[in-house]
């Protein structure tokens, strides 16, 4: 379930930036390290900036790309945000009120691979701001009263340990006692955490069966994929919205197109496991641009009566 | 088979024990046995039986990988063959088609009718290959949650057996939604009213397991083993190649013993000595043993308390710090 393997590929639209690597996805997994040459800086650029865009290579302003949402005003790719950014797109300026940010990860595997899975969640930490991959709480969308989860793909690949289960569980536990309307923004391409091993795996069917209670009383659920989305949370609370919104061209699947490509043995096609790929097939509601990803979501509840 | 200089079983932790039995094959085949020979062959018995306690009691978790992959362990098949008085197979989702690596259907367990929905891995080439080796696509949960639907709706208890590498990871099955197909029968598992028994029989790989896997008790045979990645997987993204498999398996914590510590199991059953794969009859007398005892301890429960039961068993799984808030 976990499915990092997606990192290293070239399929992968990951986030390129110039000398920003706190902008970029900024995976640990070690199999993406080759490319970090790729990502420094151009002679005489200042660092910080410009950045370059992966979907269509014009250097452009950071500034530029903040005004629009962290998007490309060339070509409109969307790059990495985090979830604090995230929160700030979506919700009403100053109505998010942060729930359940006391639970702090632990290891409880005493999980050491090449680096110990305690000093990772530390560097983790410091180096993302976060103290897990998933921040919940309750704030405004147009002045309707929801609950939000977001998962940031910059805390060990977005992956879900016990604490994203366990927010994202006590979100959903708080939407149905407060009769909220949920909203789950998912970036994760770590799918579940390997080094909380099963823990990890337990938690996908944790947070299904809260999101299967909030459904049985009614509750609305916009599940909104942004790149990556894959393994573990793809095959959960992603998949499981009322409405499935997907970020244009986001990596979205459930296997990592190079296990795909070592199992099969055969080219992926083009534009495989994209949100494009998924509406097509019948698994996306609706590819909505982060511009409109607001005014969508209002949309949605007001439909649906809330 | 005895001609061979290595164990059939093609596990080299089993070469002690082979070469016990190639030892006592040898002597029971000689004619005109003598008193003497007979005293040995008592002996070298005994000591078979010491020699494959010792190494199985050993198995480090690497080693009980193998086991659980064992191309002689029995699979959900011979379960339903040895266990069952009956089977009556229900093919196909009837949204695609019928995946082979998921069999399910009506079956008759000492005075129980249940449904049955247990992962298959083929013994033979062609069967294997007919159903991936056990891994299922997005049509074998669709069909799983299906016939569980429906034995729900006439209260026919469910056993789901797992025993899968994991989920099959190809074009054709994320075309179909694998994600979202898993996603639903956890989703509607949880709330199925009707009594769900999961055990795991051989590998418990991953989502591909947990699809089937969400019920009101969790079982784990001995040997098996249950993981959110397979060991190689694993190895070849955090040590950067499959090579480091047996470290992985170190690391991942995922035996029956941990799963017990963890508390995602219920209960391990114990497997004849030497594994499954040695005794299947007394392997299927024993899953059958803690199937009955359970459906009749799950059958007297009125199903807001059984799903309430279900809902916390899950709802409790995790370990993370909680601070005091101020
Ligand atoms: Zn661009």
Redesign the pocket.
Known sequence: MASSEQLASDATPVTETVGAPNLASPSQAPMSEGSNSKRRPKRGVPEGLWLR?P??A?VIFRNESEKRLNT?P??D?HFYVSASQRIQQVLDEGTFEEWDAHLMPTDPLHFKDQKAYAERLVAEQQRTGLSDAAITGGGMIRARRVAIGVTDSAFIMGSMGSVVGERLVRLIERATTEHLPLIIISGSGGGARMHEGILSLMQMAKVSAALARYDSAGGLFISVLTNPTMGGVAASFASLGDVIFAEPKALIGFAGPRTIKATIRIELPKGFQTSEFLVEHGFVDRIVPRAKLKSEIARTIDYCGW | MATQDSPASGLAFEQPIYDLEVRIRELEQAGNKSAQTEDQLRSLRRELAEVTRKVYSELSPWEMVQVARHKDRPYTRDYLNLAFEEFVELYGDRRFGDDRAILTGFAKLDQYKVMVVGHQKGRTYKERSACYFGCAHPEGYRKALLKMRMAAKYKLPVICFIDTPGAYPGVGAEERGQSQAIAENMYEMSRLDTPIICVVIGEGGSGGALGIGVGDRVAILEHAYYSVISPEGCAGILWKSGAHAEKAAEALRFTSKDLLEFGIVDTVLEEPLGGAHRDHHRMAARLKMFLIKTLRELAQKPSAELLEGRYQKFRQIGVFLETPVV
């Open positions: 865009c979907g269509c014009a490309c060339e070509c790719h």
